[in-house]
């Protein structure tokens, strides 16, 4: 499967403006997507650290509770 840094748990924007794409499990901060780092640094192989972020739930907001007013 392709990694999709952006779906993955472990990708984070850095405060670097030079290299404001990072990734946790590699400890990687560059300029590129770290999955390309990865698999240029791996022959050609995907990156194996992938894990998707947990889905949001969708609850519809109830705006008559208190809170939002």
Known sequence: MKAN???CKHFYISHDPRAPRACRIYQIKSS???SQIVKQANNGAECIGFEPK???QNKPKD???SRYW
């Open 63 to 65: 705006l008559n509770d």
């Open 32 to 34: 590129s997507i770290p």
């Open 54 to 56: 947990p889905q949001k």
């Open 5 to 7: 840094c952006m779906k």
